[in-house]
Every structure is written in structure tokens, then in C-alpha cells.
């Protein structure tokens, strides 16, 4: 079993495996990877299969199934046994960090959503999965700019509010230099956003001029916040943990915990979408 470090970013443990060898990774979201170099066979159970399990210390539960199929499914996406690998320990293909053994609880999972996938129109969805949305999910067009299918399309999530609430202070000669501005910064404000209610926009008044740019430059820990200030010194206040596209992982737990199946939660936070065997 060899270990691959990155960065955490959520409450999922995915387990790979396929090849000559195992891996077993921490994901913040998800993932597939293979130590011979060889693209996983996500689809069979147990070796040569990933799936999740929400790291929380209850039983085997509708959340702890739908990180399974929602891994699967995105490690699905795209394999090509030509390259040396299909996804990144980076974002470009969510963020993981090794840990040091296999979970009972997650080698069940993989039995029991064996082969299971989520698709639209006969397609697999790329089914992304973040921490924390923060009350609204993101449609894949806002963060990719890619085109939009109703699964990955943005929904509202009531399940994770108060996870992951975070606020900074910043002053505007702070922020005038974050932004790269040479002229005083005098007021900053939001000027668009999006349909989930992500900030699009700034719109920053400057000594002499205004100008706009893009709310991604302030890079904040989340994309949904809002700016309020008050004489010299802005607050940027936000809430949710990674990209917020596709599943909100605390939500689907905190569904798992009120009782809903996995069936519910999946077609919640992929709508239109359909569970089945490949």
C-alpha cells in the first residue's frame, strides 16, 4: 500500500485500488490514481474500485453511500488506460492526503454501490463534490464556465449551514494592494454575482476612477461571501469549505444523520440525474 500526501480538504476517506498495487487515500473530494501507473478499474468492487466514506464515527449510512457512488462516479469520467494517470493531486481533480490503512466501513461501501454510477442521458455525470457549499451549491458553468447539465446545474442546501463560517478584516490600503492597485483604494463593493449568489464582480473606487474585476482576485477560502465596510476597513464574510460544485458533503452527511436514503440525497444534489449500473 503506498501513501500519497496532499492537502485535506474535506470529511472523506477514498479508498483506490487496481493494477499491481493498492492506494489508500484521504480525498477532499475525489480521486483515482494507481501505483503501477495504470488507470483503476473504479467500476468492480473491492481491488481495483474507489469509493468514500464520511469521517464520522456512526454506521454505514445513506452518506457514507452516496460518497461511494459520488467517487466512483466521478473517477469514472474520462479514464484512458493510454495515459500514465487521469487525475492530479491537486484541485484540478480534487485534493486528497494518504492514510495509513484500509476502512472496514469503506470496503463495504464499495461492495454494496458495486458497479453503481450516476448519469444523464446515458452519459456518467462528473460528479463533484466539495465540503461545504455554504446554503447553495455552484453550477459547474459558474466555475468552469463549462457547459451546464441540470445535475451539475446548482441547488439550494439548508444541511451545512454553520459549517465552516469564516470572516477577514482587511484594510482598504491591505486590499488595495492585494488587488495590485497603484491609486488609493476608497470603497469596495460587490457588482454582480451569480445565479447562486457567488459574488461575480468587484467594483472598486479608486482616487481619480473606478474599475472592476473579477471577485476570484480577492482569493478568499470559499467563493460566496459578501463585503460590507466600515470607514478604512472592509469585512469579507463567507461561508463553506472547497468549490462548492455538485455534492456538499456535510449536507449529504447531516441528510444521512436525519434519516434520508442515499437515493434521496443523490438525486437532491445531482437532479434529473439517474442511479444505475453501467
Request: hydrophobic share 40%; net charge positive.
Given at each position: 500500500?503506498?501513501?500519497?500526501?496532499?492537502?485535506?480538504?474535506?470529511?472523506?476517506r477514498v479508498v483506490a485500488g487496481g493494477g499491481n498495487g493498492n492506494i489508500t487515500l484521504n480525498a477532499g473530494t475525489d480521486l483515482i490514481i494507481n501505483d503501477s501507473g495504470s488507470a483503476v478499474d473504479v467500476s468492480a468492487a473491492g481491488t481495483g474500485?474507489?469509493?468514500?466514506?464520511?469521517?464520522?464515527?456512526?454506521?454505514?449510512?445513506a452518506n457514507v453511500v452516496v460518497q461511494a457512488v459520488a467517487a466512483r462516479s466521478y473517477a469514472s469520467v474520462g479514464l484512458d488506460p493510454r495515459l500514465p494517470w487521469n487525475v492530479y493531486d491537486?484541485?484540478?481533480?480534487?485534493?486528497?492526503?494518504?492514510?495509513?490503512?484500509?476502512?472496514?466501513?469503506?470496503?463495504?461501501?464499495?461492495?454494496?454501490?458495486?458497479?453503481?454510477?450516476?448519469?444523464?442521458?446515458?452519459?456518467?455525470?462528473?460528479?463533484?463534490?466539495?465540503?461545504?457549499?455554504?446554503?447553495?451549491?455552484?453550477?459547474?458553468?459558474?466555475?468552469?464556465?463549462?457547459?451546464?447539465?441540470?445535475?451539475?446545474?446548482?441547488?439550494?442546501?439548508?444541511y451545512c449551514k454553520g459549517k465552516h463560517d469564516w470572516t477577514r478584516q482587511l484594510t482598504l490600503a491591505e486590499l488595495a494592494a492585494k488587488l495590485k492597485q497603484k491609486k488609493p483604494l476608497l470603497r469596495l463593493s460587490v457588482k454582480e454575482t451569480t445565479p447562486s449568489g457567488r459574488p461575480a464582480t468587484l467594483l472598486l473606487e479608486l482616487a481619480g476612477g473606478r474599475t472592476v474585476l473579477p471577485a476570484k482576485d480577492l482569493d478568499?477560502?470559499?467563493?460566496?461571501?459578501?463585503?460590507?465596510?466600515?470607514?478604512?476597513?472592509?469585512?469579507?464574510?463567507?461561508?463553506?469549505?472547497?468549490?462548492?460544485?455538485?455534492?456538499?458533503?456535510?449536507?449529504?452527511?447531516?441528510?444521512?444523520?436525519?434519516?434520508?436514503?442515499?437515493?434521496q440525497i443523490l438525486a437532491h444534489y445531482y437532479p434529473q440525474s439517474e442511479l444505475r449500473r453501467k
Open positions: 500500500t503506498a501513501s500519497v500526501p496532499g492537502n485535506l480538504t474535506s470529511n472523506a474500485a474507489i469509493t468514500a466514506v464520511a469521517e464520522q464515527k456512526i454506521t454505514l449510512n491537486d484541485t484540478r481533480s480534487q485534493v486528497y492526503v494518504g492514510v495509513p490503512a484500509k476502512s472496514s466501513s469503506v470496503e463495504r461501501a464499495v461492495r454494496e454501490t458495486a458497479g453503481r454510477m450516476i448519469f444523464f442521458k446515458g452519459k456518467i455525470v462528473r460528479t463533484y463534490f466539495s465540503a461545504a457549499c455554504g446554503g447553495h451549491t455552484m453550477g459547474v458553468r459558474e466555475w468552469t464556465g463549462a457547459a451546464e447539465i441540470p445535475p451539475l446545474s446548482g441547488v439550494a442546501c439548508g478568499m477560502p470559499t467563493s460566496l461571501f459578501t463585503v460590507t465596510q466600515s470607514g478604512d476597513v472592509v469585512t469579507i464574510a463567507g461561508a463553506g469549505y472547497g468549490h462548492g460544485v455538485g455534492m456538499c458533503q456535510n449536507g449529504a452527511i447531516e441528510m444521512g444523520r436525519k434519516g434520508m436514503k442515499f437515493e
